[in-house]
């Protein structure tokens, strides 16, 4: 089975700007969650879709969003980019409807803001 | 709030050392917890996860972890680290209730120097 797949890998934008990351999760995977990791907060929580329904959110403002699709692709949205979204944003999937489900991640998505 | 903490932020070992690392969280109900690996280059894996039953657990390349539920703990360890172990470890931990979100703690660098 393809892992958990992102794109693109690498993105430069400008403060202001918005921007739009894919990910496409593992065949048969239903559940997919973001996370944005830093050096200096590490790993964070975003928010979590299942089945097109978000069913959980981190604490980010609304500049962060997101969705998923029939066919369990997800994209996640930041608008109005400042300095501090530069990051590695992540992508997880994993299969089941039930809490705690091990979650397979992907490379990753590198966000430069100038 | 739900917080994971890890002890060590970065381990240098030899080779053939014994390895541990500590991981706390602080919560009070029900967990699922996991240990994953960054290896260079690389997306996070998992190591190994905690549902239920047996607090000691096995993971893939001879690591095993054991939950104490009255330390709110579950450390890591490897009798014998080898150079390949060179990696980030992070310990996480799913809440009830938290669907598939994940709490990451800081992460612990490891060096194994041959």
């Known amino acids: 089975k393809a892992g958990v797949t992102q794109t693109p890998r690498y993105l430069i934008k400008t403060r202001g700007q918005q921007v739009t990351l894919s990910c496409s999760p593992i065949?048969?995977?239903?559940?997919v969650s973001w996370y944005q990791q830093t050096p200096g907060q590490g790993l964070q929580f975003l928010f979590e879709y299942f089945s097109e329904t978000q069913r959980n959110k981190g604490n980010f403002p609304g500049r962060f969003s997101g969705r998923q699709f029939s066919n369990s692709r997800s994209e996640m949205n930041v608008s109005t980019l400042e300095l501090g979204d530069s990051a590695l944003y992540l992508c997880a999937s994993s299969e089941g409807q039930g809490a705690g489900q091990p979650q397979h991640f992907g490379d990753g998505t590198r966000l430069s803001i100038l | 709030a739900q917080s994971v903490s890890q002890h060590n932020h970065h381990v240098i070992l030899s080779e053939a050392a014994s390895l541990e690392l500590g991981c706390n969280y602080s919560y009070g109900g029900t967990v699922n917890l996991f240990w994953y690996v960054q290896y260079p280059g690389q997306h996070l894996q998992l190591l190994l996860k905690y549902f239920s039953g047996d607090p000691l657990v096995k993971g893939i390349k001879g690591f095993e972890a054991e939950f104490i539920k009255s330390k709110f703990s579950f450390n890591l360890r490897k009798p014998s680290v080898q150079w390949s172990d060179t990696a980030e470890y992070f310990c996480a931990v799913s809440f009830s209730g938290g669907y598939n979100k994940l709490i990451f703690g800081a992460g612990t660098r490891l060096a194994v120097h041959p």
């Open positions: 065949s048969g995977h239903r559940s």
